[in-house]
């Protein structure tokens, strides 16, 4: 198969090559599935410079989260959710490759009328979104949600999730672009969080400016949040893609009745396995229903595993917006 193989760390993503690999070998527990469709993460970035924290011995097939076509089953002889020729998307490590092997609990069937390209960017975003706002915010009908960078992957996935909830949406990015892409998928408001007060500009949209009952920060914007947020608000910390990570004076959450909550979704396979498939059938039923698409990035079309690392570079430097998804035609196919 062909694949792009870590075997020393690289400077950046444009020193990534795709080269010949072995096929690679199934353990008894594993699929095997023929890549279609593989999505980018800025995780993947960090890996293949050698600074992120979990660190896959070298070599290794960089990329973790893709769609396609199931080709084997497991070996183990416990019976198998999945069969040959199912649609499925997942994340396992090896999705920059033709080919990739993993666990059942790694997978998901493609949801119905979606393409491999539109399914490939769900398995990380999708149930973030939905965990930090349903499980960890109770999100209601009526609630007033504040998305920060809102024309990201998880950014755009919230603001989705938050509409089909019956909530108002006030989304923010750094460009006018972003906030047209915010707008397109659903917000009701938009603003530059380059403006300094945009704190005030957030409350004053809310009802007689009690500010927003929800902040859902993917970036490191909770203490300024703090400026906007409701009596009995949450504050939702998914993580800190602007930088350093943040330090909160306490008496801002005393004062104001406010709650800050964390999402560490991955977690959740250890410490609240249930609660996955709960997660998950709540989306399918979004998936399904239309009231959730995919966030793809569609601006330019990347097509064959030489162009990861231009979208890579694209992702890393955030000239993109939502999933940068890079189609993979199998053997026979110029094109997806």
């Given at each position: 198969?062909?694949?792009?193989?870590?075997?020393?760390?690289?400077?950046?993503?444009?020193?990534?090559?795709?080269?010949?690999?072995?096929?690679?070998?199934?353990?008894?527990?594993?699929?095997?599935?023929?890549?279609?469709?593989?999505?980018?993460?800025?995780?993947?970035?960090?890996?293949?410079?050698?600074?992120?924290?979990?660190?896959?011995?070298?070599?290794?097939?960089?990329?973790?989260?893709?769609?396609?076509?199931?080709?084997?089953?497991?070996?183990?002889?416990?019976?198998?959710?999945?069969?040959?020729?199912?649609?499925?998307?997942?994340?396992?490590?090896?999705?920059?490759?033709?080919?990739?092997?993993?666990?059942?609990?790694?997978?998901?069937?493609?949801?119905?009328?979606?393409?491999?390209?539109?399914?490939?960017?769900?398995?990380?975003?999708?149930?973030?979104?939905?965990?930090?706002?349903?499980?960890?915010?109770?999100?209601?009908?009526?609630?007033?949600?504040?998305?920060?960078?809102?024309?990201?992957?998880?950014?755009?996935?919230?603001?989705?999730?938050?509409?089909?909830?019956?909530?108002?949406?006030?989304?923010?990015?750094?460009?006018?672009?972003?906030?047209?892409?915010?707008?397109?998928?659903?917000?009701?408001?938009?603003?530059?969080?380059?403006?300094?007060?945009?704190?005030?500009?957030?409350?004053?949209?809310?009802?007689?400016?009690?500010?927003?009952?929800?902040?859902?920060?993917?970036?490191?914007?909770?203490?300024?949040?703090?400026?906007?947020?409701?009596?009995?608000?949450?504050?939702?910390?998914?993580?800190?893609?602007?930088?350093?990570?943040?330090?909160?004076?306490?008496?801002?959450?005393?004062?104001?009745?406010?709650?800050?909550?964390?999402?560490?979704?991955?977690?959740?396979?250890?410490?609240?396995?249930?609660?996955?498939?709960e997660v998950w059938d709540r989306l399918f039923?979004?998936?399904?229903?239309?009231?959730?698409?995919?966030?793809?990035?569609?601006?330019?079309?990347?097509?064959?595993?030489?162009?990861?690392?231009?979208?890579?570079?694209?992702?890393?430097?955030?000239?993109?917006?939502?999933?940068?998804?890079?189609?993979?035609?199998?053997?026979?196919?110029?094109?997806?």
């Open positions: 198969m062909r694949g792009i193989q870590v075997k020393q760390y690289v400077s950046g993503p444009l020193d990534l090559t795709v080269s010949d690999l072995s096929d690679p070998t199934p353990q008894p527990d594993q699929y095997t599935i023929a890549i279609h469709a593989t999505a980018t993460n800025f995780f993947d970035l960090l890996q293949i410079r050698g600074k992120y924290q979990h660190q896959p011995p070298l070599p290794w097939v960089s990329g973790a989260e893709f769609s396609g076509m199931v080709t084997a089953v497991p070996t183990s002889g416990k019976v198998a959710k999945y069969k040959v020729g199912d649609k499925v998307f997942g994340s396992a490590m090896g999705g920059y490759a033709q080919k990739v092997c993993a666990k059942e609990e790694q997978l998901r069937l493609v949801p119905k009328g979606w393409s491999y390209f539109e399914a490939a960017g769900l398995f990380v975003t999708m149930p973030t979104s939905y965990a930090g706002l349903v499980t960890r915010c109770n999100i209601k009908a009526g609630d007033w949600v504040l998305v920060h960078a809102a024309a990201g992957g998880v950014g755009l996935a919230a603001v989705q999730i938050a509409k089909a909830f019956g909530a108002t949406v006030v989304a923010t990015a750094g460009t006018p672009h972003k906030l047209s892409v915010a707008k397109r998928f659903g917000a009701d408001h938009v603003i530059d969080y380059r403006q300094e007060d945009w704190p005030q500009q957030v409350r004053k949209l809310t009802p007689k400016g009690r500010g927003v009952d929800i902040v859902y920060d993917p970036v490191g914007l909770i203490d300024k949040s703090t400026k906007c947020i409701a009596w009995n608000g949450r504050l939702c910390v998914i993580g800190f893609t602007g930088g350093p990570i943040e330090k909160v004076a306490t008496n801002k959450m005393l004062l104001k009745n406010i709650s800050v909550v964390g999402l560490h979704w991955g977690a959740y396979t250890q410490n609240e396995p249930e609660m996955i498939t039923e979004l998936f399904e229903s239309r009231k959730v698409l995919s966030t793809n990035y569609t601006d330019e079309e990347y097509v064959g595993l030489e162009r990861v690392p231009e979208a890579l570079k694209a992702l890393g430097e955030r000239a993109t917006w939502g999933k940068v998804v890079v189609k993979v035609p199998q053997e026979g196919q110029s094109k997806l």
